[in-house]
C-alpha cells in the first residue's frame, strides 16, 4: 500500500530538474559575500517582494529569530498571536535569542486586530517593559492555512507606525496567499518592517528560507546570522533549488488548495470529522474529531492505513497538501478513511 503523507508540507522531495539545477549551479563562498547563486536568489527574491534585500537562511525559524534579534533590545515586549509558530514551534526562540518578553494575543482565526494590538500596548513608565515588536503569521499554520485579511494588516500597520512599533511578518507560507487571493507579494509585504519567507514548504525547495527588509537591517540580520551558526559556504546549490522552486512551483499551490478544499469536503461528509469548509483557504486542513476518539488514535488508525497527518490537539488532526501529492492521492486518502469507519 502507497504512503500517502499529508503531514506537512515540508516533506516534499525535489523533482529531478530541481537536482539538475542544484548540480548545474555556480558556486562560491557565501560567507565571503562571494557565491553567485545565493546572491541571484536574494537580489531575485527582494525584487518580488519590492524589498531593498534578502538574505539566504537555512531556515524559516532562524529566518523569524535573526529578524527578532536585529530589530530588538533584551527586555522589550514582543506581542503576537497565541498559536503562532514563532511561539509554538521556535524552541523559546525569542526568550532564547533575542531576551524578549512574549505577549500571546487570542483571536479566532489568527488576524490580531488593530484594537487589540493598540489596547496591548503598554503605557510608558519604569514598571513596564517597552512594547516594540508585533509579529503576524500569514499564512496561519495553526489556524489552518487561514489567510490574514490585508485590510486589517493594514490597519494594525497604522497603530504600529502610531506607537512606534516594529512590525514583523512570518510570512513562511505567504506564496499561498499570494496565489489564493492574486494579491502581489509585494502589496502583502509592503506594511512590514521585516519578512521571512520559506523556500521548502510548498514551493518544494529541499532547505531554505529567506530574511527581506532594508539594506541596513538586512547587514544586521547577515551578522547574526554568522551568530547563529548559520553562515553557509558553497550553498549555491541550494539556492539553486530555491530560485527553481520560486519559477517553476509557485502556481502550482492552486493545485495544492484545490486538493486540501476536496479533501475538506469529502472528510466533512463522515460522522467523525466536522471542518468548517469557509476556513478552508490554502493547503491546510484542520479536522475536528466527533465523537469519543481523541486525535491520538485518530492518528493511529490512518498510520495504519499508510496516511501521514500530525495531531495538533486531543480534538484536532491535521492534514497538508503539497507538490507530492496528487488528487488522485487524496481520493485514495478519503477512500482508506471511508474503510476505516465504515
Known sequence: MKVIDLRSDTVTKPSDAMRQAMC???LGD???????????????TAELFQKEAALFVPSGTMGNQICLKAHSEPGWELLCERECHIVNYEVGGPAVH?????????????????????????????????????????????????????????????VCDQFSLIYHLDGARIWNAHIATGISLAELSAPFDSISVCLSKGLGAPV?????????????????????????????MLAAAGLYAIEHNLKKLQADHENAYYLAERLNRLDNFDIDLNWIQTNIVIANIVGK????????????????????????????????????????????????YA
Open 24 to 26: 548545474c549551479a555556480e
Open 208 to 236: 531554505g528560507s529567506l530574511a527581506l527588509g532594508s539594506h541596513n537591517f538586512i547587514e544586521k540580520c547577515r551578522r547574526e546570522r554568522k551568530l547563529f551558526g548559520g553562515g553557509m559556504r558553497q550553498s549555491g
Open 293 to 340: 476518539e481523541d486525535s491520538q488514535t485518530v492518528h493511529e488508525k490512518l498510520s495504519e492505513s499508510q496516511i501521514g497527518a500530525i495531531p495538533t490537539s486531543p480534538t484536532k488532526i491535521r492534514f497538508v497538501t503539497h507538490l507530492d501529492v496528487s488528487k488522485e492521492d487524496i481520493s485514495e486518502v478519503v477512500d482508506r478513511i471511508d474503510s476505516i
Open 98 to 158: 533575542s531576551q524578549l518578553l512574549v505577549n500571546l494575543l487570542t483571536t479566532e482565526h489568527g488576524m490580531i486586530s488593530a484594537e487589540l494590538i493598540k489596547n496591548s500596548v503598554r503605557p510608558l513608565n519604569i514598571h513596564c517593559p517597552l512594547t516594540k515588536i508585533v509579529a503576524l503569521e500569514n499564512t496561519h499554520n495553526r489556524h489552518g492555512g487561514t489567510i490574514l485579511p490585508q485590510d486589517e494588516v493594514l490597519k494594525v500597520k497604522k
Open 30 to 44: 557565501d560567507v565571503l559575500g562571494d557565491d553567485p547563486t545565493v546572491t541571484k536568489l536574494e537580489k531575485y
